[in-house]
């Protein structure tokens, strides 16, 4: 599962990093306490222009034969084994596939019946990331069309999996384009949507700040032990190391 994540970097980092030229790009800030329902940027291929584009949509896939956009709720994940099958995602397997910028992104590792603690999860080389994602356009019976998106989740790996059962399907830059190549729907590039290398990753305890949606600031990334009074920060490891 992926529901929370973070974004810090800037429009300009972020251009430079998708290959979108800056003056393309729509206005946004950068996130960092990204929930469902929020809008969020997405990477991909631009129908007017060629290349890749940024738009703004929002977290929780409509699809186009919904009745209605309550779906949204339920749907911003996606599980990547049942994806290409399942009717509210197949379509946009096929023909919508997207990347989702973050930095980061938030799970919490239970420690009794009635506790939580957060954690973050980010690249150790302190870049930018992306996850796999399917976007869509639906149409209501009045107004302009709802555009939506959906993070894809994969089995978690070592790191991850103290916390949770599933995490983001992480790509490597190499594979953006492959992802993003819809011009062979039969065969949708289904083995880029695997666990993420966790020794490529690190993971750190940060407030408990982050459980609330209403919090959104630079401070929900640092330590916990950055934040008065909290716990002293916490690092995993993997194991052996």
């Known amino acids: 599962m992926c529901g929370r994540f973070a974004r810090r970097s800037t429009q300009e980092i972020l251009a430079d990093w998708f290959g979108v030229p800056l003056e393309e790009m729509p ?22 222009r060629g290349g890749r584009e940024f738009a703004l949509l929002k ?3 409509v699809p186009f034969w919904a009745r209605d956009a309550k779906i949204g709720y339920t749907t911003f994940n996606a599980r990547a084994e049942e994806a290409p099958a399942k009717p509210a995602f197949r379509e946009a397997f096929k ?21 939580r603690r957060p954690y973050a999860f980010a690249l150790k080389e302190a870049s930018p990331c992306a996850f796999a994602g399917l976007w869509e356009s639906w149409r209501p019976k009045e107004g302009a069309p709802l555009e939506t998106f959906t993070i894809l989740t994969t089995d978690p790996n070592e790191l991850v999996e103290p916390m949770h059962n599933r995490m983001p ?3 490597e830059p190499r594979d953006y384009d492959r992802w993003l190549d819809t011009t062979n729907p039969a065969r949708p590039p289904v083995d880029l949507l695997r666990p993420f290398p966790a020794e490529k990753m690190r993971a750190w305890r940060v407030s408990d700040r982050v459980g609330n949606v209403r919090n959104n600031d630079a401070a929900l990334l640092e330590p916990a032990d950055g934040n008065p009074g909290a716990e002293p920060a916490e690092e995993l490891r993997l194991p052996g190391l």
């Open 27 to 48: 206005w946004f800030e950068p996130t960092f306490n990204a929930a469902p329902q929020s809008t969020q940027p997405v990477v991909r291929p631009s129908r007017d």
């Open 59 to 61: 977290w929780g896939l």
């Open 95 to 115: 023909k919508r596939r997207c990347l989702i910028p973050a930095d980061a992104f938030y799970e919490w590792q239970r420690t009794d019946p009635k506790n």
């Open 169 to 171: 399907a992480i790509l």
